[in-house]
């Protein structure tokens, strides 16, 4: 028995867990360092496995020295499920007897395919974001200090060196702007499209849309595409619109959701809830069900894409679940934001006067929820 009771074995197998998580970010940031190389694109535009040499010339990697690194940064990325890796015995060259060498090849698979930087369902931009340094470190650096209640309240996960919130930091950032609207375009490109291929009830009847905190029109266009007699129109912030390029067919209204939002049939609100607290989300859901209200014979609603978390009972597929407790700890730490239970989403939904709502789950680890007025 080792310490506490436990087994030697026990005693090793926790040890070994621990490791696990503290080297765990090393995961997310490998994956980075493999698209900033260029490697899902060469692996995957190859036309077949690809040999570790020709990956090195692919990437630009010239060194001996480095292509021996290359090689254990590829054996850890097929251990992480990213790349499929083939080891082949090759004859050595004459002279060497029955020595033989090792080669290895690399094959793309779906993980690693939604790691290429221009494909549509591109998840790349999303991968950048979370692993950029200013998102990593200084949230969770004031984390605890938060928790004791040595930060205030009333600031964000990260707040911006003259002060202000997230969003005012990255109207003064340009290349984070870019990157946190590429990292929300790249999702709202696949996601949005599936939603209007897999659920196109919930835009049947509707002739005008707002999405708000529509980002740079992603959402909109992929809805316009599904369904062109759509008026549609994305509510934003006057940095987010003077950094997108114009959508055929779609409005840019520049405003703040929390005073007003232009009245449609629907609004669409993707990803937005989650980043504020009850108090907040409330506001914005009652400026979102004045835009509906007019419409409530034509069936007017607001659409909510984002996380219902799993509430502890143990159903749900483990990786959405994982997911969905990861978001959650972001938007914490991030924007003092939270992902929310059903029960948690009712509450907030009663409370900004809607008189009942729908889950429909469908999304991976989101699911779609509809507001009636
Ligand atoms: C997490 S992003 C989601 C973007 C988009 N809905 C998507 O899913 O791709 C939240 C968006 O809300 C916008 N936003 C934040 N505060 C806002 C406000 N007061 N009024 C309007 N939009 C706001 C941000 O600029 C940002 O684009």
């Known amino acids: 028995m080792a310490g506490g009771g436990s087994t030697h074995k026990e005693l090793l197998t926790a040890q070994t867990r621990l490791w696990n998580y503290a080297l765990g970010y090393i995961r997310p940031l490998s994956l980075a360092v493999a698209v900033q190389l260029g490697i899902p694109e060469a692996v995957q535009g190859h036309g077949g496995p690809i040999s570790l040499s020709d990956l090195a010339s692919a990437v630009g990697v010239a060194e001996a020295s480095k292509v021996l690194a290359l090689r254990r940064f590829m054996r850890a990325l097929s251990h992480f499920g990213c790349f499929e890796r083939s080891v082949t015995?090759?004859?050595?060259?004459?002279?060497?007897?029955?020595?033989?060498?090792?080669?290895?090849?690399?094959?793309?698979?779906?993980?690693?395919?939604?790691?290429?930087?221009?494909?549509?369902?591109t998840a790349a931009p999303?991968?950048?974001?979370?692993?950029?340094?200013?998102?990593?470190?200084?949230?969770?650096?004031?984390?605890?200090?938060?928790?004791?209640?040595?930060?205030?309240?009333?600031?964000?996960?990260?707040?911006?060196?003259?002060?202000?919130?997230?969003?005012?930091?990255?109207?003064?950032?340009?290349?984070?702007?870019?990157?946190?609207?590429?990292?929300?375009?790249?999702?709202?490109?696949?996601?949005?499209?599936?939603?209007?291929?897999?659920?196109?009830?919930?835009?049947?009847?509707?002739?005008?849309?707002?999405?708000?905190?529509?980002?740079?029109?992603?959402?909109?266009?992929?809805?316009?595409?599904?369904?062109?007699?759509?008026r549609c129109a994305v509510l934003e912030l006057g940095h987010v619109i003077a950094a997108s390029p114009a959508v055929e067919g779609v409005d840019f209204v520049e405003g703040d959701m929390f005073e007003h939002v232009p009245p449609a049939d629907a609004v669409l609100l993707k990803w937005v809830l989650h980043d504020w607290n009850d108090e907040d989300g409330v506001r914005i859901l009652r400026?979102?069900?004045?835009?509906?209200?007019?419409?409530?014979?034509?069936?007017?609603?607001?659409?909510?894409?984002?996380?219902?978390?799993?509430?502890?009972?143990?159903?749900?597929?483990?990786?959405?679940?994982?997911?969905?407790?990861?978001?959650?700890?972001?938007?914490?730490a991030i924007m003092a934001?939270?992902?929310?239970?059903?029960?948690?989403?009712?509450?907030?939904?009663?409370?900004?006067?809607?008189?009942?709502?729908k889950i429909i789950p469908g999304l991976g680890p989101r699911s779609i929820i509809e507001a009636y007025p």
């Not at 984002?306 to 959405?320: C, K, N, Q, T, Y």
Request: include cysteine; charged fraction near 25%.
């Open 287 to 332: 400026r979102c069900r004045e835009a509906v209200t007019p419409a409530t014979e034509s069936g007017g609603k607001v659409i909510i894409i984002d996380i219902v978390m799993s509430d502890g009972s143990g159903g749900g597929d483990p990786e959405e679940v994982e997911a969905q407790h990861l978001f959650d700890m972001w938007m914490l």
């Open 89 to 121: 015995k090759a004859a050595a060259g004459e002279g060497q007897g029955e020595c033989e060498e090792e080669e290895e090849a690399y094959a793309p698979t779906l993980f690693s395919s939604s790691m290429v930087k221009d494909s549509p369902t």
């Open 337 to 357: 934001g939270a992902e929310r239970t059903e029960k948690e989403w009712r509450r907030i939904i009663t409370a900004a006067g809607f008189s009942s709502c």
């Open 126 to 230: 999303f991968l950048l974001l979370a692993t950029c340094p200013l998102l990593l470190s200084v949230p969770w650096n004031s984390l605890a200090a938060w928790f004791r209640g040595e930060r205030s309240e009333s600031a964000y996960g990260i707040e911006a060196p003259q002060g202000g919130t997230f969003w005012e930091l990255l109207s003064r950032v340009p290349e984070l702007n870019g990157l946190f609207n590429d990292a929300m375009a790249c999702d709202a490109r696949w996601a949005v499209a599936l939603l209007a291929k897999a659920h196109p009830e919930v835009f049947h009847g509707l002739t005008s849309l707002v999405d708000v905190g529509g980002g740079n029109g992603t959402s909109a266009k992929a809805i316009k595409d599904a369904f062109p007699d759509l």
